[in-house]
């Protein structure tokens, strides 16, 4: 059964840092390159970040050099680290395998709202 819960959102002022979680069912963070993804008001879902299982990341350029994703292939955990926050990170952040489309499980969400 595939599980997905995200947390750590919440509001913060710009410039700000907010440490993302997302606990996996092993099913799917095994065999899985993992990702977050975020949606924000009237958007599409974007991708965020990226991770294989060996620990290669990747990035949107609107968020590299102050986001940071890692795994703990022992927790079945994928993290986000967001600094030097800002208004247009703003969205409902989501994690998920790598390709995951409208029809695959998705978990509920953690809200990031930047404000002064």
């Known amino acids: 059964q595939v599980q997905l819960v995200e947390s750590g959102g919440g509001l913060v002022q710009p410039g700000g840092s907010l440490r993302l979680s997302c606990a996996a069912s092993?099913?799917?963070?095994?065999?899985?390159?993992m990702a977050w993804y975020r949606q924000a008001p009237g958007k599409e879902r974007d991708l965020v970040a990226r991770i294989s299982r060996y620990g290669i990341t990747k990035y949107a350029d609107s968020v590299k050099g102050r986001f940071t994703i890692s795994r703990d292939n022992v927790k079945n955990t994928v993290y986000l680290q967001m600094n030097s926050l800002n208004f247009a990170d703003t969205a409902v952040y989501y994690c998920?395998?790598?390709?995951?489309?409208?029809?695959?499980?998705w978990g509920q969400g953690t809200q990031v709202t930047v404000s002064s």
């Open positions: 092993g099913s799917i963070f095994s065999i899985n390159e």
């Open positions: 998920n395998k790598i390709g995951a489309g409208e029809y695959d499980y």
